[in-house]
């Protein structure tokens, strides 16, 4: 089982993550990207970040 390494809260199901989208950039051909985090859902903490594929409606030519 996967823990949250602050709070020790076990971390079984979706709804013990919360997925925040940070900030979304047009970049090369005007595709927009989107950055996220995923938290834990107990104490809020950090679990990790990554980027997704191009938004919807971001503009891509």
């Known amino acids: 089982m996967v823990h949250c390494p602050e709070c020790d809260t076990g971390l079984e199901t979706a709804d013990d993550i919360e997925f925040a ?4 950039t047009t ?3 005007e595709a927009s990207k989107r950055f996220y985090v995923a938290n834990c859902a107990d104490c809020g903490a950090t679990l990790g970040s990554g ?5 919807a409606g971001g503009g891509a030519v």
């Open 21 to 24: 989208e940070m900030d979304a």
């Open 27 to 29: 970049g090369f051909l």
């Open 51 to 55: 980027v997704a594929g191009a938004k």
